[in-house]
Nanobody
Framework: QVQLVESGGGLVQAGGSLRLSCAAS????????MAWIRQAPGKERELLAA????????YCADSVKDRFTISRDNAKNTVYLQMNSLKPEDTAVYYC????????????????WGQGTQVTVSS
């Protein structure tokens, strides 16, 4: 079992930055591919970024690849999402999720999800 807890969301002005963190419980965090997914009101979930267990490979959606960066620290059981140049359309609930295989896609059935953290970007 892996439990995931996101933090770092909040209200930020357009053009600002936030760093989301996702802390995982359990000793098997380093075995998992980790991802960040968001869901805005009335929209489908969007896979933003993912990173392999050893950080050898990453994925970043075209919509955010010039602004968002995923990283992880297996010693701290934590995955991060650095978000720069935020836009009002980035407003959403951001989730981290875990799965045991790579690559991932929008249709991946992640095994574990966090509860989400709200990000609101004001114009």
């Amino acid at each position: 079992q892996v439990q995931l807890v996101e933090s770092g969301g909040g209200l930020v002005q357009a053009g600002g930055s936030l760093r989301l963190s996702c802390a995982a419980s359990g000793r098997t965090f380093s075995f998992y591919v980790m991802a960040w997914i968001r869901q805005a009101p009335g929209k489908e979930r969007e896979l933003l970024a993912a990173i392999t267990s050893g950080s050898s490979s990453t994925y970043c959606a075209d919509s955010v690849k010039d602004r968002f960066t995923i990283s992880r620290d297996n010693a701290k059981n934590t995955v991060y999402l650095q978000m720069n140049s935020l836009k009002p359309e980035d407003t959403a609930v951001y989730y981290c999720a875990a799965v045991r295989y790579w690559p991932v896609s929008a249709t991946t059935n992640f095994n574990y999800w966090g509860q989400g953290t709200q990000v609101t970007v004001s114009s």
